[in-house]
């Protein structure tokens, strides 16, 4: 996280902003590797960022000047703006989430799930369990 990230979390704590919303954490836990490339004779680097379902976001860096050339910089600017790709898809991802949890459509989901249990020989479910269920599944299962 960086320190700008760090002040616009910290005022959106502050101002008890409590819907959902994406943060600097989730977009880190969605990384799960990372690979660079510097390409011969040239300062562009390339940093292709891997996230937790297999798709991945790539950023580039280059400097102006060769004798301005850092390759550790040049990673880093170009991790940066790979990661900041992470917050336009993940804000897709939220928003669609939250216009897939309207009332009706959680009822819908709920009975999807009371109807796969019984069908399964699971007789009954906790109504927290099918709700936790309904929640974990959204995004995976448009109804």
Known sequence: MSKDEAAIESEIQAKGLT???LTPEHIDAQIVSEAFHVFPGTTLTVCALTLRNGFQVTGESAATS???FNEELGRKIARDNARNKIWMLE???LRDFL???TPER???RSQLYRDACHMNGVTHLPDDTVVQLVLDDARRYPV
């Open 66 to 68: 060769v004798s301005n």
């Open 99 to 101: 216009h897939q949890m």
């Open 19 to 21: 819907a959902p919303r």
């Open 91 to 93: 804000g897709y991802l």
């Open 106 to 108: 959680i009822k819908r």
